[in-house]
Every structure is written in structure tokens, then in C-alpha cells.
């Protein structure tokens, strides 16, 4: 497998040394990424016995769950970071997991396919079909994600929950990322996938990160 | 497994270790057990630094035989699926002990031991023991070997009780932590059917009110359906219904009460070959001990509490779908209090239709994980 665009910016952001969460984490890609370049604490969260085998061979804390069901037993602020690698469409309870991430975690960093992007709206515009694009691979029948949205619909539910988005990407099936206004509505257009940094509103994080990296990057 | 592989040989060790009447071992009970003797096996070659020694944790029925032969059946060990030369517990990268069980009949004192202060086999003068009674003798082995710390601790089922306890009272003396097929108490019907067992063995009246060797009698009777009811705890439904079904003995039925049906059979069989390897007070004290376990009130109610020390422990637990006498959910909750306490651990569910006992199977998936989970590990510990 190659490896995902949106892990290199997730590793980027992440600042060296923070325990992170990695919810939804496969076979340990990003968790093992995010050990060797920031020396992280992590763990991982997986549904299938097979992600959980393959991340115990590379040396991995995960524990097999659902997103939806066990991220309830973690305890309260116990990471720095609570990462969702392009797995929100996929849960039965969008809402209540990212509230739950940011009970859990004191930042969560959260990666979805864009359903607003000109080329899905295209696709089904003409075709009448439902989309079949970079960021949304699959055909209908098979694919795992079954609540789809928009950038604009995803910041309406930070909104709607009290949450902070304190930076935002824009990630391109080629090329760098790049830094975005979430609530422009042209990104709305714009971006294939989109990566936001969280944090709860209003109160600032008690547990004080470490400095961000000398070579800051997109969200330095 | 093939046979090449059965033929390479075990470098294989172990004995009975002796502990003088000043080093008693001390019991959750108050009592002590004065000239204490556990009996142990040892596979592979411990290496220079000491570091790469795993201890495993054996259940209720089993012994310290886990690979090779054993002496008294000549069957293979009870784990030569998992613990042998490039299996997942590699005796060639690992040196792998396991004692028997102190309150057991394989060697290691227990109620069939003779009693040194009346020259007679104790019976039930023999004080009850825990699960951290059996933990705190296994510790006292692993010193007299000088071993500082083990690589691992290993178990399934009352092992892996075992291991929780390990982890609860050693966490120092421990790297990582396999629990498999195991729970951190046990249920209202894990005692329940234990005392089925329990009665059935006083029912019998070559009992004797526990002093039966005395007599020169054994309750096999009695014993032999206490393991026949215990092993249908062990099977799936599915399981049974695979292997059995309705399928009868012989054409036609008997009408009468003979075995009819080759379940019938079979658990007389299981019954039968058990009385002839096991002593029926062991039975009782053991079963006991899993009954009182209940690691988290020996932390004031609170699971969390109990690896509060272990922080640093490498944790794995596995359950297996079909295991109905200790759930996943049993598992799910000793995970859950290791991330409260803000331990490693990590837990997979392995789809299984073999019930409790496919820890003692070929579950591929489980194998592959617990590889995998050691040579990680062993990495991180720096074994080659």
C-alpha cells in the first residue's frame, strides 16, 4: 500500500514526543510512522483482527474495537492528539465520535473525503451515478462510508458541537498540501480532502504540548 | 505442524525445586506452606543477560509439560502447538518455563503432598490457595533460577489470571504480558459450574470427607463427571454439534441408559482419562482459588488500580468469539482498566467456533498475533 497523502501533513502536525490516538488505524502505517520521524507515544484503535495482528507485528499498541462503541472507555484527556484518518464517513455515529475524540484527546485531527469537491459534483451531475473519484475510490456497493459530507457540512457540525478549528488543509491526489479557509466557498469546490486540526472552544489545552518543531510547516 | 518439525528436538530441563523450611511460602490466607516444592520444565537456553526467559501460566487440568513428551501420558505437550523451535513461542530465541501450580498434583506441593508435620498426605488440611499464592511461588522459582525479570509472562485461562496477577504484584519483574482466554474475576456462573464439579467430587463417597488416600480409595466417580461437566464448558454449542451431532455409537438405539449418542461417549472418555492423571483434591483447592480471584477487589473495587504499576508492562490480551465461560467482554474489561491506567496494551477478538479450549487449538490468527506481538517485543527488549 502506499502511503496516504494525508499522513505525511498528520505527521507534520503532530508535535514530537505527544501521546496520540490513532482511531481507525489499519495496519499501524501512520502509528509507525509517527514513532520513527516524532518519537510519539501511540496507540491505536482498529475493528479488524487482521489490522490488529498486522500492527502487533511492527511493535504497536491496539486494541480491536469500534470506533463507534469503544472509544466511551478511554479515559478523559489521556492524549495529546486523537487522529481519524479519513474514517468519519465510515462510522455509524458521525457526531458522537468527534465529541468523543475531543473528550479523549486535547486536539483531534480529523481527514475526510470532501463530497462538495467540483469533481464528485461533476460526476454525479452528468452521470447520474454515484461518484467514483481519488478520494472516494470505491464503487456504492462496497464502500465503507456511509455518511458522506462536504467541507461545509463538517464545519457546520464543529460549529454546531463548540469545536475549534484551529488550521485546515487541503490535500491533492498530487502535490503538497495546502493551507485553506474552511468556510471559503470556493474550498468548498476545491478540495478533494480535507485535514483540520480541533480543539475544544473556548477553553485552551491544559496539558501544554511541547514546542512546536523549529522547522514549522503548515501549521507551525 | 509437520512432522520435521516435531522431530527437532527441545533442549529440554527442569526438576523440582526444593525451598528450605525458612523460606516458607506465605499465603493470602495467613497460612504457610513450610519446605515448599514446585515442580517445573524448562525449554531452550536461558542467554548471557538473563533476559529473554518467558514464563508460562498453565490452566485449571494442565502441568508444567507444556512441549516435548509427557513422562506419564507420552503425549505431546499441551502447548507443542505454540512453544517449540520456530513456533510462536520460539524455544530457540526464548527460554521458556513452567511450574505446576502450587495447590496442584504434578509435583509441586498440594493436598495429595505429604505433610511434614504429620507424615500423612494433608487432604484438606491443606491450607486454601489463591491465584496470587500460586503468582507468588512461580515468583519464588523465577529468583532461585536468578532471573530478574522475565521477557514474558504467558497464560490461557486460569494462566491468564495468572499473568493479570503477575502484572498486579510484579510489575517490575515482567516486560510483557500475554493473557489469553481469561477474565479478571470470575462470573457468577464460572462458580457456579465450578460447584457442580466441587459437589459432585463430595458426593462421591470414596471421598472419604477429603481423606480418601488414607483409605486407599480415590473418588473417581465423583471426579469424573466433575470433568465432564467442566468440559462441556470448554466446547462451543457449535462445536459439540460439528463433532458430534446426533450420531449414535452403534445401529439403533439401546433403550436403556448406556452410550447411545457419541457425546455420551465421548465425555465418559474425557471423564475416565482425567481421573487417571488428576487428584480430586487438587480439583477442589484449584477450582477454589479461581473462584476467590477477583483482581479488582484486591484493589478497593477499582480494576485501573491494579496496573497502576504496570505502566511500563507490554500487554496483550486475546479472547476467542466462541468462548462462552470467559467472553470477550471478560477481556474487554481488563483492556479497558489497562487504558485507564494508561498501560500498553493491546487486545484482538480471533473468530473462532472452538469455544473456550481453541487457545489449546490450531487458531492460526492467534498464533500469528502472539508471534508477532513477542518478536516485536523481543526487538524492542533487544533478543535477537
Redesign the interface.
Known amino acids: 500500500m502506499t502511503q496516504r497523502e494525508d499522513f505525511r501533513e498528520i505527521a507534520r502536525l503532530v508535535r514530537p514526543g505527544s501521546r496520540v490516538l490513532d482511531v481507525g488505524c489499519g495496519e499501524g502505517e501512520l502509528l509507525e510512522l509517527l514513532g520513527t520521524e516524532k518519537t510519539v507515544d501511540g496507540?491505536g484503535l482498529e475493528i479488524s483482527?487482521?489490522g490488529?495482528?498486522?500492527?502487533?507485528?511492527?511493535?504497536?499498541?491496539?486494541?480491536?474495537?469500534d470506533a463507534d462503541s469503544d472509544l466511551d472507555?478511554?479515559?478523559t484527556r489521556?492524549f495529546d492528539y486523537a487522529v481519524l484518518s479519513q474514517t468519519l464517513p465510515q462510522v455509524r455515529n458521525p457526531r458522537h465520535v468527534l465529541s468523543e475524540l475531543l473528550r479523549i484527546a486535547d486536539r483531534a485531527i480529523v481527514s475526510l473525503p470532501n463530497f462538495g469537491h467540483w469533481r464528485v459534483r461533476l460526476d454525479l451531475l452528468l452521470s447520474g451515478k454515484m461518484p467514483v473519484t481519488h478520494s472516494l475510490p470505491q464503487p456504492w456497493w462496497a464502500t465503507g462510508n456511509i455518511h458522506l459530507c462536504t467541507v461545509r457540512d463538517f464545519t457546520g457540525l464543529c460549529d454546531d458541537l463548540g469545536l475549534t478549528i484551529e488550521a485546515c488543509a487541503a490535500l491533492a491526489e498530487d502535490g503538497p498540501a495546502r493551507p485553506m479557509d474552511p468556510k471559503h466557498w470556493l474550498e468548498n469546490w476545491r478540495a478533494a480532502s480535507a485535514l483540520f486540526l480541533l480543539t475544544r472552544g473556548g477553553q485552551p489545552p491544559v496539558v501544554a504540548a511541547p514546542a512546536p518543531a523549529a522547522k514549522a510547516d503548515l501549521f507551525g | 505442524m509437520s512432522d520435521g518439525e516435531t522431530a527437532r528436538s527441545i533442549e529440554e530441563a527442569g526438576g523440582v525445586m526444593r525451598f528450605a523450611a525458612d523460606k516458607p511460602l506465605r499465603l493470602d490466607s495467613g497460612a504457610r506452606i513450610e519446605g515448599l516444592e514446585v515442580a517445573y520444565r524448562t525449554y531452550g537456553r536461558l542467554n548471557e543477560a538473563k533476559s529473554n526467559a518467558v514464563l508460562i501460566c498453565h490452566a485449571l487440568t494442565l502441568d508444567q509439560h507444556v512441549a516435548g513428551r509427557h513422562p506419564t501420558t507420552g503425549k505431546p505437550g499441551w502447548w507443542s502447538l505454540v512453544v517449540g523451535p520456530g513456533l510462536p513461542i520460539d524455544t530457540d530465541r526464548y527460554f521458556v518455563i513452567c511450574s505446576n501450580v502450587v495447590g496442584g498434583c504434578q509435583g509441586t506441593t498440594g493436598p495429595a503432598s505429604i505433610d511434614p508435620a504429620t507424615g500423612e498426605p494433608y487432604g484438606l488440611s491443606f491450607p486454601m490457595v489463591t491465584i496470587a499464592d500460586m503468582v507468588r511461588a512461580q515468583a519464588m522459582l523465577v529468583e532461585a533460577l536468578d532471573i530478574e525479570q522475565l521477557f514474558a509472562v504467558v497464560g490461557g485461562s486460569m494462566g491468564g489470571m495468572q499473568v493479570l496477577q503477575w502484572a498486579a504484584d510484579y510489575p517490575e519483574r515482567l516486560y510483557a504480558a500475554v493473557s489469553i482466554a481469561s477474565a479478571a474475576r470470575h462470573s457468577a456462573q464460572n462458580i457456579a459450574f465450578h460447584e457442580v464439579g466441587r459437589q459432585a467430587v463430595m458426593a462421591d463417597p470414596d471421598w472419604r470427607g477429603g481423606g480418601y488416600a488414607r483409605a486407599g480409595v480415590r473418588p473417581e466417580k465423583g471426579l469424573a463427571v466433575a470433568r465432564m461437566a467442566a468440559h462441556i464448558t470448554y466446547l462451543s454449542e457449535a462445536a459439540l454439534q460439528r463433532k458430534f451431532g446426533r450420531e449414535l455409537q452403534r445401529d439403533g438405539l439401546s433403550w436403556g441408559f448406556d452410550a447411545d449418542f457419541q457425546v455420551e461417549s465421548y465425555l465418559r472418555h474425557q471423564g475416565a482419562s482425567f481421573v487417571d492423571r488428576f487428584d480430586a483434591n487438587s480439583y477442589l483447592y484449584i477450582t477454589r482459588a479461581m473462584d476467590y480471584f477477583d483482581l479488582a477487589a484486591q484493589h478497593g473495587g477499582v480494576l485501573a488500580e491494579a496496573f497502576r504499576r504496570a505502566r511500563d508492562v507490554r500487554f496483550c490480551a486475546f479472547s476467542f468469539t466462541s468462548d462462552w465461560l470467559y467472553p470477550t467482554s471478560e477481556s474487554r474489561q481488563v483492556v479497558q482498566a489497562l487504558n485507564a491506567a494508561g498501560a500498553r496494551a493491546s487486545f484482538v477478538e480471533i473468530v473462532s467456533d472452538k469455544g473456550h479450549d481453541a487457545f489449546l487449538l490450531d487458531e492460526p490468527v492467534l498464533h500469528a498475533a502472539l508471534a508477532g506481538f513477542l518478536r516485536s517485543a523481543g526487538q524492542v527488549r533487544g533478543l535477537s
Open positions: 496507540r483482527a487482521e490488529v495482528s498486522a500492527c502487533l507485528a511492527r511493535g504497536l499498541a491496539v486494541v480491536q474495537g472507555y478511554f479515559p489521556a
